[in-house]
């Protein structure tokens, strides 16, 4: 496991976020990681909004709302765990 995933699982159980809301926010992470074939830290948001452009066209059948939640969270905790002290 990575240190940036521990970090983000750590936040996670700090906030007592539901097991199924932590599956969400590490699925979003993955794809967006996966599209773009860099490490989460190297994401910006300007990629993310692509991202959720390109989806939003691909998948019409999800309503915004669902794309956009779990990705902004997942990406507003790497950011902010970039930019924190690691929490012990």
Known sequence: MTPLRQKMIREMDLKNLSIHTRRAYIAAVTGLSKHYQQHPE??????IADYLGLRAIVQKF????????PTYQCSSYCSQMRHSPTVI
Request: proline letters at 0%.
């Open 62 to 69: 999800l309503s915004l709302s669902s794309m956009v939640s």
């Open 42 to 47: 190297s994401i910006i948001k300007e990629m």
